[in-house]
Structure formats: structure tokens, C-alpha cells
């Protein structure tokens, strides 16, 4: 079974420029999440999607960052303008409905300069 | 909210011998509890989980944890650890049947041969 793929693996950019990064859950995993770990902490989470829908995007820096699921597979996360406390690897996760396991992708490595 | 602390930022150990993290959490009623490990540059793996029943849980890779409700922890073990355990441990909680989950910092544990 193929996991939680993520690209790109690995960005610098400078402040104030725009970012995407692109997530392929696992096959049928219908929610999905994307967190934010920043060096030396552990993930936070940004925003949780069932399907197509938000369910909650209360952490999420709205002046900032965007999330979409159009279909209900791949997600997308924005940044636009970029900060350099944005700096941070960007993790995508899908649940099995069943167990309730989590499971991450490789994450998205973002520098910022 | 729930949340989770973990009080050793690095911990080293001597291949063979016994490693115990630590992992307090705060919440109002028993939580869903698990532990996360998370390699260089790798995503995050499961370890172990617990929703309910047995207080003491098994996982992969040789881990066990047990629940102490009085002492709201849920302490990671390992009898003998291998050069491949080096890695960074997460302890997370979520909310029954809301299986959102909030971090720890993490514990960086490292193994010296």
C-alpha cells in the first residue's frame, strides 16, 4: 500500500515570496490533516479536512496561509507572503476511518531566508 | 484543551541497556495516547496507541507503554535498545473519537555503542 506522498521535499525561498506544497493521501483515507513542526518542537496542526470540507483550520494563519481538498484526494497548502518564522517542515497525514491511525508523509522542508 | 509534556529534551543511552521516556498529559477524562517516532528526515511512525482496557500496551519495533491514570503518564519502555532506536519520540494525545492530535516537544534520544 502506498503512503502519504508529499512534494517537494525541500524549499528555500526568501521572505515574502510565495510557496505550495502538494499532498496524495493514502487511497480511501478521507481526512486529512496538515502540521506545522518547527525545529525543536512537535507538530502543530493548521488544518483538518473530511473530504472536500474544513472541518477545523482554527491554528491556521489565514493572512498567510490557504489550504484547499478540491476533490477530496490531494490537498494543497499556500503561503503567500512568506515569513521567516515560516520556516518549518510541513507534514501532511490521512486517517484510516477504521482504526483511527494517522498516517505522515515525508514532509516538506521549508527554509525561508 | 488537552495537552502534553515531555521532560526530557535528550536523553543518551548505552546500546543494550533499558530506555524509559517520559510523557505526562492534561486533560479532564482519559485521553486516546499515543507515541510517535520519527527518524532523520523521515515522517512520523506509529509505535503504539492506547484508546482503553489494558493499561499496558505493546507496539512495534519492541516498545511498550503503560497508562497511569492517577499519574496522568503514559511512560514509553524498551528492555534493550539497538544503534537503530536513535531517533526522536513523540508523545501525543487527542480527544476520544476526535483523533486530532497535539504534540509533545519531543525526546531526542541518542544511543552510544
Known amino acids: 500500500e502506498a503512503g502519504v506522498a508529499q512534494s517537494p521535499r525541500y524549499k528555500i525561498i526568501e521572505k515574502r515570496q510565495s510557496v505550495a506544497f502538494w499532498c496524495n493521501p493514502i487511497?480511501?483515507?478521507?481526512?486529512l490533516y496538515w502540521y506545522q513542526q518547527i525545529l525543536g518542537q512537535g507538530p502543530k496542526l493548521l488544518i483538518q479536512?473530511?473530504?472536500?470540507?474544513?472541518?477545523?483550520d482554527s491554528q491556521l494563519p489565514k493572512d498567510r496561509f490557504s489550504a484547499e481538498r478540491l476533490k477530496g484526494v490531494d490537498s494543497t497548502l499556500k503561503i503567500q507572503p512568506a515569513k521567516l518564522e515560516d520556516s518549518a517542515v510541513y507534514l501532511c497525514?490521512?486517517?484510516?476511518?477504521?482504526?483511527?491511525?494517522?498516517?505522515f508523509g515525508e514532509g516538506s522542508r521549508l527554509t525561508v531566508l | 484543551a488537552q495537552s502534553v509534556t515531555q521532560p526530557d529534551i535528550h536523553i543518551t543511552v548505552s546500546e543494550g541497556a533499558s530506555l524509559e521516556l517520559r510523557c505526562n498529559y492534561s486533560?479532564?477524562?482519559?485521553?486516546?495516547l499515543f507515541w510517535y517516532v520519527q527518524s532523520p528526515g523521515q515522517g512520523l511512525q506509529l509505535l503504539l496507541k492506547?484508546?482503553?482496557?489494558?493499561?499496558l500496551v505493546q507496539g512495534i519495533k519492541g516498545f511498550e507503554a503503560e497508562f497511569k491514570r492517577s499519574q496522568s503518564s503514559f511512560n514509553l519502555r524498551k528492555p534493550s535498545v539497538h544503534w537503530s532506536d536513535a531517533a526522536e519520540y513523540f508523545c501525543?494525545?487527542?480527544?476520544?473519537?476526535?483523533?486530532?492530535?497535539?504534540f509533545g516537544a519531543g525526546t531526542t534520544v541518542t544511543v552510544r555503542a
Open positions: 497525514a490521512s486517517r484510516d476511518g477504521y482504526t483511527g491511525e494517522l498516517f
Open positions: 487511497s480511501g483515507h478521507a481526512t
Open positions: 479536512f473530511q473530504n472536500n470540507g474544513v472541518v477545523d
Open positions: 486533560y479532564g477524562a482519559t485521553p486516546y
Open positions: 492506547y484508546f482503553s482496557g489494558d493499561t
Open positions: 501525543a494525545v487527542a480527544i476520544p473519537n476526535d483523533y486530532k492530535l497535539s
